[in-house]
């Protein structure tokens, strides 16, 4: 059997360690516990444009012309490391003199010897640069797209007040009460949809809007413009929670505005104390958006069976847009008109 060799034993594994070191591809430096370079890893070299000439034995701050001689880089390795075994992800940025602006992750790690003592210090570098240009240049992008859709709401906002200036002052000089009455239909359903825009506005433009407080501003603007004081009516809104992307939010919105302006137009006599409930509900299995009110309804003349207005024909428009189903059910209690659908759109959550 051969001898044991100590020695040749300590050999070996300072050969292997220098080996791993080498092959590892992310810059990498050994440090003895004064912070001299023991051994580097060839990315180290590559990266950072050193040579193991003139870098094995210095101190780590005095390399390139003390370009290593970064403040945030002193905290890591003098203050924090003393304190602490080992620092993951500390980012540092620093102007480089020969590489300019480069953005980096530390990763250090005492080692410790047989006593328990420092014997080294690893030191690890990942250069993550491109992806914090990529995370800025996203964020500046997302900003412009905030920006810009803003101004679009803003935009929009204004375009439909004129329009509704305009068809007011139309039915205000008109002859024909018959044209006036439609001047004034369409000058509140052009009102309508400036309602939920600005509520789409005043949710932050986000993928997905919460569809209980949606719901409870929009009705809450509409009974200031509606129902105002003139009128004993008052407006509730009940929901669970759910949410819905912007387009499926303006339907349920433009849906709601709709039955509020039928329940006010048709349900109350004039004087009549009533309210409305706006009622929402959704589960995994589908969503339920309901319109009551207990109103004593629309007196109808002779025989003539209900007439089908634009209100009416816009509900069950939208509501195919949903792939929903309308129901209404009338009695002495009042009218309830009830848009359900099956499936997780709008969604829960």
């Known amino acids: 059997m051969a001898d044991y060799n100590p020695l040749a034993t300590v050999a070996h594994g300072h050969s292997l360690a220098e080996a791993i070191v080498d092959t590892v591809r992310e810059p990498l430096i050994v440090l003895d516990r004064d912070l001299r370079v023991i051994a580097a890893s060839r990315s180290f070299y590559s990266t950072f444009g050193e040579e193991p000439g003139t870098t094995e034995g210095r101190m780590l701050f005095d390399l390139g012309d003390g370009q290593w001689n970064i403040p945030a880089l002193r905290i890591v390795l003098e203050d924090i490391i003393p304190k602490h075994r080992t620092v993951e992800a ?29 014997s080294a210090l690893l030191l690890a570098i990942e250069d993550v640069t491109e992806r914090r240009d990529a995370e800025r240049e996203k964020d500046e992008l997302f900003q412009q797209k905030e920006v810009l859709l803003q101004e679009m709401h803003h935009r929009v906002a204004n375009s439909l007040q004129i329009i509704a200036s305009i068809l007011l002052l139309k039915a205000r000089t ?52 509606m129902v105002g004081e003139r009128r004993p009516l008052s407006i509730t809104v009940q929901s669970s929670s759910g949410r819905a992307v912007s387009s499926e939010a303006v339907s349920l919105g433009l849906i709601v505005t709709e039955l509020l302006i039928n329940a006010l137009k048709h349900a109350f006599s004039s004087g009549e104390e009533g309210e409305i409930l706006v009622s929402y509900e959704a589960q995994a ?65």
């Open 90 to 118: 500390y980012e540092v940025e620093h102007e480089f003199p020969t590489l300019g602006r480069r953005v980096m992750l530390l990763n250090a790690r005492r080692v410790l010897d047989e006593t328990g003592s420092d």
């Open 174 to 225: 008109v002859q024909s009460e018959e044209i006036r009455l439609h001047l004034q239909d369409a000058h509140q359903r052009v009102m309508s949809v400036a309602t939920v825009q600005q509520q789409l506005q005043a949710s932050g433009l986000k993928e997905s809007i919460e569809i209980g407080p949606y719901l409870s501003k929009l009705c809450d603007s509409l009974a200031k413009s």
């Open 285 to 349: 299995s589908g969503w339920r958006l309901s319109v009551s009110d207990n109103g004593s309804g629309a007196k109808e003349e002779g025989d003539e069976p209900p007439h089908i207005g634009l209100g009416t024909s816009i509900v069950e428009a939208l509501a195919q847009q949903l792939n929903a189903t309308v129901q209404k059910t009338s009695g002495p209690q009042g009218t309830t008109v009830t848009i359900a659908a099956s499936g997780i759109t709008p969604s829960t959550g």
